[in-house]
């Protein structure tokens, strides 16, 4: 792997690691109800570097730095590669597992990501700050009108082939009520395609996405801190009816997902994790690129993150290897210890990752959607 690959994967192998943390770890003291540092570390922040990355990826996917024109052909292969991770999401949606899994969703944005996808810079960067921006005020103004004529109102638990019995409901959850709600999470991925268009080799670029990373989440803190504190938006939102239901002070560091966030525009104000608002979208992307920008010059000279990129680089075979044993586990009574179960599923994880390393191969669900995506792009006729 080059070095500049081996930063991607690196930082792939921490949104990995990052999303098992929530998965199993507990996000809220059990004796106080305070959240614990897995929560407040890893919270909203680790999907989000998954999906910031896979925007990364399909950029370098078609072209980096020089996208491929007008080509229909990688288009093909990115939309077979969605297909195939929508059956996989599928088929992890029919476990019994106390996840939220992001598959069938992550594939949805790969699908909504393709009219982007062979942008320049420019145009993908005005595209995703323009959605970072608006996509939460669409949100906000549609969920009610949802809740209004959609029946059922919510797909029970993650999705599977059920819910395609209900395609009403189904699209709802997908673009605007789910967990994973992809209208606003399309923003990362544009985001992720404007990083990709970057020469991530240069060391200016690796210290921007750093210090601009670092910069934008502390700045939409510190903007959110400052529109719910002195300008009296939390007091605002305690008084509707999810603000006197849901002790909001907590859930604003841990979890927004479970929020009904309506009856006040004070709720764009929020960049709780989960919460979809451009707060939260900017805070999480910073820290994103922020994460992205240090794996990048950590890998400069050598692959000092070798575990963490050789997991990274299989995450979609990890991950779905991660849901399973987690339905296992959830099943078992009394529960397993949670920290036992996070450090030894990391350490397979990472082990695993050299493993394949080792022999030079891939996850075997990777080669499995690379060879689709390749076959499909190569069906393409190309354009005279």
């Known amino acids: 792997m080059s070095a500049r690959l081996s930063g991607i994967d690196a930082a792939r192998g921490t949104a990995l690691l990052g999303m098992m943390a929530t998965h199993a770890l507990p996000l809220w003291d059990p004796a106080t109800g305070d959240p614990t540092a897995a929560a407040l570390i890893f919270s909203g922040r680790s999907s989000a570097l998954f999906a910031l990355l896979a925007g990364v990826g399909l950029a370098l996917l078609t072209g980096g730095r020089n996208p491929g024109g007008s080509s229909p052909r990688p288009r093909a292969g990115i939309a077979v590669r969605a297909v195939i991770i929508a059956l996989v999401g599928l088929t992890l949606g029919g476990l019994d597992v106390s996840i939220a899994v992001i598959l069938f969703h992550y594939a949805v944005l790969f699908l909504l990501a393709l009219p982007f996808v ?181 890998t400069r000279r050598a692959n000092v993150l070798l575990p963490l990129s050789a997991a990274g680089a299989m995450t979609l075979t990890l991950y779905s290897l991660h849901v399973w044993a987690m339905s296992v586990l959830d099943a078992q009574d009394p529960l397993p210890d949670p920290y036992l179960v996070f450090w030894a599923q990391a350490a397979a994880a990472v082990l695993i990752g050299l493993l394949f390393v080792r022999l030079g191969s891939r996850g075997p669900l990777e080669m499995v959607a690379s060879g689709a995506s390749r076959a499909a792009s190569e069906s393409v006729p190309v354009r005279r």
């Open 118 to 298: 062979l942008m320049p810079l420019r145009r993908v960067a005005a595209w995703a700050a323009g959605w970072v921006l608006l996509s939460p005020v669409a949100a906000y103004l549609v969920r009610p009108w949802l809740g209004d004529v959609v029946s059922p109102r919510d797909v029970p638990g993650n999705i599977t082939w059920d819910a395609f019995a209900h395609p009403a409901t189904l699209a709802a959850d997908v673009f605007f009520t789910g967990f994973y709600p992809a209208v606003q999470w399309l923003s990362y991925l544009l985001v992720g395609l404007a990083i990709g268009r970057l020469d991530l080799r240069r060391l200016n670029t690796q210290l921007g996405l750093l210090f601009v990373g670092v910069g934008a989440a502390a700045g939409a803190k510190l903007a959110s801190w400052w529109l719910l504190g002195p300008l009296g938006g939390f007091a605002a939102l305690e008084g509707t009816d999810s603000g006197r239901r849901w002790p909001l002070s907590r859930m604003l560091e841990v979890n927004f997902s479970a929020v009904d966030q309506s009856g006040s525009w004070w709720w764009l104000a929020t960049s709780a994790p989960h919460s979809g608002t451009t707060l939260d979208l900017v805070h999480t992307a910073g820290c994103a690129a922020a994460v992205l920008g240090a794996c990048l010059l950590l």
